[in-house]
């Protein structure tokens, strides 16, 4: 072979590299439209029968471990977007019980005011609200995008333009039923007005009152009660002249452990009470065909049979016809490697090879193929790691002795490297809201990792308390406060003082992320807080490491009891990833559970909240006027900033300085 060809071949990437879909809003790198056809076609049906009949409906979609289910939704998406045939929401698992149509809510609001990856220049509130004005149920993408043309000729993006929209849309409030609220921050948000606040009020995150008042509204969305009004106005409004679909995916992650049926439960009632209040609603549920059975048995067969699978669609094994196809495409694909496709072909001179497969041999495809329900997923882990040792194998015949190509040698993939990676991935990850349920269903699964008689978490059934625990004896209520409205936080604060003083509750710890302060203004709630403190709750503020190595941990099990969590191409059951867990707490995560157990408040915790608070003002100070403003001794402040540069950065120099970190900042 010659140095040519050997040259092109160390360079190009490997087209197997990628093997699975984390979010139907990813762009696929290769969809084979005969692969799982049928069930796509029980999908468009679902779609066209709600549309035409507007009744809502529920469809199951099961499959093995990586036959493609996330894979599906993606395809569905596409076509629903494409061919306009309705709008599409994507939906992780719930995080906890209490908090379904704040999660539905989330994800809803976030996916139709997106821009969605096959660009048109428009999202989907924008072709519903098009819809409406234009009278219009089949207008296409076209029609559609010329409406908007000149409308926005007419009234430029601002006031003129959501003077026009409000106009419009005035009519469709009273017949849908729709809250105006929400319709009219929907409205700034098309018109480009107060954008970034009007986005934060939809996905249910607490605005500040300053906020509030630029919008028109009163208060947050981050009440269930609220949040499901919001989503039901959102739902009639979109579904009013078209189909839509929500698609619950991973629905194995509810579950902490076979036994506990809370979250499932809260789940299947908040689906059926969907159905049963919207008329143009298809819902998508994914589920491992191995999890049917514990599904049925949790939520009972009314549920089962009448709401999540009144209808059926299932994901087949590969087909040899279909495996080769995927591989060819895959082959195919990438641009680099047909250059040296080329090449060795002209380099053979002829010679009969296996062109369509090579560098495989046709061969050893098919006896991947032959395998009793060999998935994609599993069809391309193989083909990732055959395609590495066939590399090194050639190259390493013409060149003996010299180094392999990188990935050929490479040291193995360990569940180690793939915790980090996610929890760097959550490190990074610029949130809108902090969420509550990290803390508690991350909780619920860490302890859960212990095993342990003398250790148990429940779902509490008292309003505002989120956790009981029970701990050798010790009884703990545990309540994460993270409303950003501090009229909201005020009146939980209040009822949970009330409950203290009637003696309802056990020993109180209140969790509260580190990243939200509780401004000196905020009297009333400082006041409560003081009162409950003096009356031996303990508040605690953890770190935004803890958030991030909880919210790693939630993936990683989720991922595991979906069958999605793969390791050097071997898939980790989830009791294997349990163990390992178990035995590799972060520190920072078990740091969290002894201030829990133990009922102390850090050293760190009031003082690190007042230089918070005096940052807020200028965002950026001398250290000596922060830590003054804070009533803290210079060297602690500097301490402080340096144990939380999540929280605070500092520039040395002269004079030194203090800065909110960009999220804080965002916060405050």
């Known amino acids: 072979m010659s140095e040519r ?27 084979v439209p005969s692969i799982n ?134 009519p469709f409030i009273e017949d849908l039923a729709l809250n105006e609220a929400v319709v009219m921050v929907v409205i700034q948000f098309v018109a480009r007005l107060h954008r970034a606040e009007a986005r934060a009020w939809l996905l249910g995150r607490p605005v500040t009152e300053e906020q509030s008042a630029i919008l028109g509204v009163s208060g947050t969305l981050d009440e269930e009660t609220l949040a499901a009004d919001a989503l039901f106005t959102l739902a009639r409004f979109l579904g009013d002249r078209s189909t839509l679909v929500l698609a619950f995916d991973q629905i194995e992650g509810l579950q902490v452990e076979r036994g506990d049926t809370a979250a499932i439960m809260s789940w299947a009632n908040g689906l059926a009470d969907l159905l049963a209040r919207t008329q143009n609603m298809a819902i998508v549920t994914c589920a491992q065909i191995s999890y049917l059975n514990d599904l049925r048995a949790a939520v009972g067969e009314a549920l089962y049979d009448g709401r999540i ?86 190259i390493g015949a013409v060149r003996p002795g010299e180094p392999k190509p990188d990935g050929a040698g490479a040291p193995r993939e360990r569940l180690v490297d793939v915790f980090e990676r996610a929890r760097a991935e959550e490190n990074e990850r610029v949130l809108d809201k902090i969420d509550e349920g990290v803390y508690i269903d991350g909780l619920m699964r860490v ?42 936080l005020a009146a939980r604060l209040r009822r949970l003082l009330d409950r203290q003083r009637q003696n309802e509750l056990r020993r109180l710890v209140i969790v509260r992320d580190q990243r939200l302060p509780i401004g000196t203004r905020a009297i009333a709630t400082q006041g409560y807080l003081g009162d409950l403190q003096r009356a031996g709750a303990v508040l605690l503020h953890p770190s935004a490491e803890v958030y991030a190595a909880l919210a790693a941990i939630r993936h990683l099990l989720a991922d595991a009891a979906a069958g999605d969590l793969t390791v050097d191409g071997k898939e980790v059951p989830p009791e294997d990833l349990k163990t390992w867990l178990a035995e590799r707490l972060p520190t920072c995560v078990g740091d969290l559970i002894d201030e829990v157990v133990s009922g102390t408040t850090p050293e760190t915790g009031g003082d690190l909240e007042r230089l918070q608070c005096a940052l807020r003002e200028s965002c950026i100070m001398e250290l000596a006027a922060a830590a003054q403003s804070a009533q803290l001794p210079a060297d602690w402040a500097r301490v402080l900033a340096e144990r939380n540069p999540n929280v605070i950065g500092r520039i040395e120099g002269a004079p030194e300085l203090l800065f909110l970190h960009p999220e804080a900042m965002d916060r405050s």
Not at 456 to 465: F, G, I, P, Q, T
Not at 470 to 479: E, F, K, M, N, P
């Open 447 to 488: 302890i859960d990792l212990a095993r342990s008689k003398d250790f148990v978490a429940s779902r509490s059934r008292l309003r505002d308390v989120d956790l009981s625990l029970d701990h050798q004896g010790r009884s703990i209520d545990l309540a994460v406060c993270h409303a950003e409205d501090m009229r909201s």
């Open 37 to 170: 056809d049928s069930a796509f076609r029980h999908c468009q049906r679902l779609v066209d029968d709600v549309r035409a009949t507007r009744q809502s409906h529920g469809l199951l979609l099961s499959g093995l471990p990586g036959a493609g289910k996330t894979h599906m939704l993606s395809r569905l998406r596409r076509w629903l977007y494409g061919e306009q045939h309705g709008s599409f929401v994507y939906i992780y698992p719930v995080t906890t019980p209490d908090r379904f149509y704040r999660h539905v809510l989330y994800a809803l609001a976030g996916d139709v005011l997106r821009q969605p990856p096959e660009d048109s220049g428009f999202g989907q509130m924008e072709i519903a609200i098009a819809r409406h004005v234009m009278g219009d149920d089949r207008a296409s993408l076209d029609a559609i995008s010329g409406w908007w043309d000149d409308v926005r000729m007419k009234h430029q993006p601002g006031l003129l333009l959501f003077d026009f929209l409000r106009r419009s849309m005035e």
């Open 309 to 394: 699978a009144e209808r059926k669609a299932s994901l087949a094994p590969l087909t040899p016809a279909e495996a080769a196809t995927l591989v060819i495409r895959r082959l195919k694909r990438s641009d680099d490697l047909q250059v040296v496709r080329m090449a060795y072909r002209a380099w053979l001179s002829g010679t009969t090879t296996d062109d369509d497969f090579w560098p495989f041999k046709s061969a050893e495809i098919e006896a991947q193929s032959a395998l009793p329900e060999i998935s994609a997923r599993r069809l391309l882990l193989v083909c990732r790691e055959l395609f590495e040792a066939r590399r090194a194998s050639l």
């Open 5 to 31: 060809i050997l040259g092109l071949l160390e360079t190009v990437p490997n087209p197997f590299a990628h093997v699975r879909v984390d979010s139907a809003w990813e762009t696929l790198a290769i969809d």
